[in-house]
């Protein structure tokens, strides 16, 4: 029972234009939402979150949306940078003492070519 | 910058051993968390601490696996007998507040042969 998905398991930009990371969840009781980052042979750094009381967060090239009633949520990098290739991890937690019970999706991973 | 310590950074080992992991969290870090990531998927989460005590090891399977935080502040990941699907990377991540936002370690990657 897969609760977060990431169903593009790879995508490729072209530097300076968008690339838009996308995820899809199931469970209801998620309220809070991340994405990871993570090269090889590195773990997972933190990237931008989003609460279920918002529809968009942006901080600086990256801006995360989520659609809650369609369980939807991206990540936008505008403009992407060959730095910016890694996989992505879509991340979701219920909340409460569970905030750092993180379901993760299977990650994409993203190739900007310069 | 403060970092998340682990070691070994590779372990092979044959199955029916024992193995263990080490972790350091980011000083002044309460809460501490055990993941398992296998090739081709996201983490998944073992087993929470909250100081030394377990928050959640629901998912840890306790009939090989076991963790330990003593005195709140480095914490052991032990398999006894390791089988061949425990071949994964082991994260070791730490918070420092109640959010998702949590610092991950470089991870130990083990391989059962």
């Known amino acids: 029972d897969q609760q977060v998905k990431q169903n593009s398991p790879s995508l490729s930009v072209q530097e300076g234009r968008i690339s838009i990371l996308n995820c899809d969840y199931t469970?209801?009781?998620?309220?809070?939402f991340l994405w990871y980052k993570k090269y090889p042979a590195e773990g997972p750094t933190f990237l931008i979150s989003?609460?279920?009381?918002?529809d968009k967060n942006e901080d600086g090239r990256f801006t995360v949306f989520l659609n809650k009633s369609a369980k939807h949520l991206s990540l936008h990098i505008v403009p992407s940078q060959p730095g910016d290739s890694a996989v992505y991890f879509c991340?979701?937690?219920?909340?409460?003492?569970?905030?750092?019970?993180?379901?993760f999706g299977q990650g994409t991973i993203l190739t900007v070519h310069p | 910058e403060a970092e998340v310590a682990q070691s070994p950074r590779y372990k092979i080992t044959e199955k029916s051993q024992a193995v263990a992991f080490w972790c350091d969290p980011i000083s002044g870090h309460a809460t501490l968390y055990w993941y398992r990531q296998i090739l081709g998927q996201g983490p998944e989460l073992l087993v929470q601490f909250q100081d030394e005590s377990v928050v959640d090891d629901s998912q840890l399977p306790k009939d090989r696996f076991s963790a330990e935080r003593l005195k709140g502040v480095d914490s052991t990941l032990k398999i006894q007998p390791a089988e061949l699907g425990d071949s994964a990377m082991y994260l070791c991540?730490?918070?420092?507040?109640?959010?998702?936002?949590?610092?991950f370690g470089e991870g130990s990657r083990l391989t059962v042969l």
């Open positions: 469970n209801s009781m998620f309220d809070y």
């Open positions: 991540a730490s918070s420092g507040d109640f959010t998702g936002e949590l610092f």
């Open positions: 991340a979701a937690s219920a909340g409460g003492t569970s905030y750092g019970k993180l379901t």
């Open positions: 989003i609460s279920s009381i918002k």
